[in-house]
Each structure stands twice: as structure tokens, then as C-alpha cells.
């Protein structure tokens, strides 16, 4: 029995992977990922996307990729997992991002090579080189003041690096601790949780995402109202959730999803 064609679907709409395709713009996702794009594009150099555990940052990382597929002159880069040990641990790790060989192998010698990079890249060749680091909250004090030291390289103009941090709210008190660190941020975004009614969008979206051409909705509205309530709107729950509603339902052969099969699913994941 193919999970999927019982349910008329030609894909797994309620998987917790960061696909781009079916990342759900609410108003707070939708804002960020543009002014993002706007920031990028005008080189103003350091943005902070906050939001708590599973409420979609890697996704909107993917996005914010996938917004600029195809121009040329920018270069993303990106660090899933900035857990580095020292600094020149960091330093190597963008060394071989870069694409550079330094002759020689030190601290001082890293740091200079990626500054001719970058001055290369965003003045001579006119790219725009991008850095995108996710879970931020990992970086430790010395990984950011190298952060801070390599947004000083600017033209009159513009930064010659646009770095994106993606983080839980835990790093917002070590970036106040860092000097010059804070005013250095030219955009700071927090994202929200979802509402009642965008928990609907976002499950009616995935489903047609995944090729859902049903007559009916799969869940009924008391049961979005009960899966609002317990996930309280973060993505990652609700995609959670649903996937263990539309089991549920297969193995009833039900038509729908309603309130209480959610319901039941709820009690038995807290037993």
C-alpha cells in the first residue's frame, strides 16, 4: 500500500527536511526572506535572523538561496554547524570554502589571504560574496570577533561581505557583548510563530505542494484548531504532527483527519 496514492499524493508533504519547495511564506517568513534579499543585493553587510527552535530558518536559508538562483555575480557560501574548536579551525574552514591556498599556514596568514579575497572577488571581479551561517548560537566569542574583523573590509561604498547569521536567541547577549558588534547589524529580524490561520495555509499549502488534488480538505477546522493549539504555531511541530495524523489516517481509512484523531495522537505522544 503506497502511503502516498492513498492519499492521492505524489509526495511526502509533511517532511521535516529544509526543501525550499515547500517552505510556507507566513507574514513573518515572507518578510524576513525579502528584506534578506533587499539587504544582500544593497551590500550592507551583517543581518541576524532569530527564531526559536523549529520555526523554519534552515528552510528560509534554503529560500533565501533558491531567491537567487541563477545570478552569477553573487557566491554563497554557507556553514551548517559553526562548532569550530579555535580560531584557526575557523579560519582553515574558510580558507577551503574560499577556494584559497595560502603559502603559508597561520592565523595572520589566513586572515590575510581571505581579506585579498574578498577585496578580489567584490571590487575587482564585482561578485558579491555571501556567507550564510546557521545555528549561530554556537559561535563562541573568538568566532565572532573574527565575524566583526572581516565585516571591516568595505569600500567607500559597500561591505565586500554579506553575512547572514541564523540563530536561536541565546547569541543576542554575546553580541551585545562584543564591542562595535550590535550597530555593525544592518538588519536584526525576529520570527514569529504562525497563527491559527496561517497553520491552515501552511497545511493546505504542503498538501497541494505534494500534488493533493482531493475533492475535500484532509483535515477538518477543529482539527487545525487543536493542532495550532498544541504546536503553537511553529512549523516544525505542525509538520510533525500532521505526518502522524495522515498515518493515523490511512490506517483507519478514514476520510478526513478530525479533531479527535488529533486528539488521540496528542495523548498518546505524551504517554
Known sequence: MSYYKVLNLEKEPFSTSPDPA?????????????????????????????????????????????????????????ILDPNYKTEFQFLSSLIKMFGMKPEFRSTLDYKDAIEKYLFQKGVD?????????????????????????????????????????????????????????????ALKYIINPLDENETKEMVTFRLKQAGYDGAGPLFTDDAIKLIYEHTQGYPRRISLLCHDCLEALIMNEGPHVNRDMVDKIIREEVR
Open 22 to 78: 515547500f517552505f510556507y511564506r507566513s507574514q513573518s517568513h515572507d518578510s524576513a526572506l525579502k528584506r534578506l534579499e533587499i539587504t544582500i543585493r544593497l551590500r550592507r553587510g551583517l543581518s541576524v535572523v532569530i527564531g526559536d527552535v523549529g520555526i523554519g530558518k534552515t528552510t528560509l536559508s534554503r529560500a533565501l538561496l533558491q531567491a537567487f538562483k541563477g545570478e552569477e555575480n553573487f557566491i554563497f557560501h554557507m
Open 125 to 185: 571581479e564585482n561578485k558579491i560574496i555571501v556567507l550564510l551561517i546557521d545555528e549561530g548560537q554556537k559561535l563562541n566569542a573568538n568566532q565572532l570577533e573574527l565575524l566583526r574583523m572581516l565585516l571591516n573590509y568595505e569600500t567607500n561604498e559597500y561591505k565586500l561581505l554579506q553575512l547572514v547569521i541564523l540563530s536561536q536567541t541565546e547569541l543576542l547577549p554575546r553580541l551585545r557583548k562584543i564591542k562595535n558588534f550590535m550597530d555593525r547589524i
